[in-house]
Nanobody
């Protein structure tokens, strides 16, 4: 069993930056790929950034050039660096990890971390 926990959310002014972390814990696993999603109450969940198994990255058009997804395999952690944040990006940000545990692929969601962009 793998446990995924996000952190790094908080209150930031428009134009500010935050770095979110998604830490996976357990035994005998490696992160195969990872996504960051966001969702506001009453709205559909939106894919913000993707890190593929080959290390390629994909971003929603609205965040391209401002957000960066990366990983630290030694820490089993995926990051989302968010710059020049906008008020409309106030959302719950969640991590979705695809994990390889001894050749078995499973998917795990974290509980999310709240990002509030406001002056």
């Amino acid at each position: 069993q793998v446990h995924v926990v996000e952190s790094g959310g908080g209150l930031v002014q428009p134009g500010g930056s935050l770095r979110l972390s998604c830490a996976a814990s357990g035994s005998g696993f490696s992160i195969y790929s990872a996504d960051w999603y966001r969702q506001a109450p009453g709205k559909e969940r939106e894919l913000v950034a993707r890190l593929t198994s080959r290390g390629a990255t994909n971003y929603a058009d609205s965040v391209t050039g401002r957000f960066t997804i990366s990983r630290d395999d030694a820490k089993n952690t995926v990051y989302l660096q968010m710059n020049n944040l906008k008020s409309e990006e106030t959302d719950l940000y969640s991590c979705y990890d695809t994990v390889d545990t001894w050749g078995v692929i499973d998917d795990y969601w974290g509980q999310g971390t709240q990002v509030t962009v406001s002056s």
